[in-house]
């Protein structure tokens, strides 16, 4: 298993989402993140870890890609710097992609996102400064919990995979 460790931050910044577009305007500039739906087993049920964004939202752990990074690294790499999350073990054949537009200062952004199933034996969170607070779930309250639909149809497909690899 790949473990990332390095502690490059990033300031944290609000941002507006852009519903209603379908296909990337030419002036939209691209950013492409990755991260980890991470979850933990306590007492036979799955837990999962949903991060409070500053700009009032929750959803999971994720960050742009740096320079000579693959996906996998960059997914890694930002759960320790985000959770203080090392001990990982990513899921083989899980990668969901999210694509959105959102504005920040004046400009408009189209955003790939990568995420991978993750699983720790790691409870303790030490959320960085690019958050306001963290909370390990069961599904149901996670489902409630999350504020996008993208993030929440990323957490039932990644539940079905799970269920189906209990099996």
């Not at 460790?5 to 300031?11: A, I, L, P, R």
């Not at 991060?51 to 999971?60: A, K």
């Not at 779930?137 to 996008?148: C, G, N, Q, S, V």
Request: charged share 35%; proline share 4%; with cysteine.
């Amino acid at each position: 298993m790949n473990k990332i460790q390095t502690s490059v931050k990033e300031k944290p910044y609000i941002t507006t989402p852009v519903a209603h577009l379908k296909t990337p305007p030419k002036h939209a500039i691209y950013e492409k993140s990755c991260g980890v739906v991470l979850f933990r087993i306590e007492k036979g049920e799955r837990y999962y870890l949903l991060l409070h964004y500053p700009g009032g939202h929750w959803d999971f752990g994720k960050g742009h890609v740096e320079l000579n990074e693959n996906e996998i690294e960059t997914a890694l790499r930002e759960m320790k710097e985000e959770t203080g999350i090392s001990k990982i073990t990513l899921l083989k054949d899980f990668r969901h992609k999210i694509d959105y537009y959102y504005r920040r200062e004046r400009k408009l952004y189209h955003k790939d996102v990568i995420f991978f199933i993750g699983k720790t034996s790691e409870e303790k969170v030490k959320i960085s400064h690019e958050h306001q607070g963290s909370t390990w779930l069961p599904y149901e309250e996670a489902m409630k919990e999350l504020t996008f639909d993208n993030a929440q149809k990323l957490l039932k497909k990644a539940e079905n995979f799970l269920r189906k690899e209990d099996k």
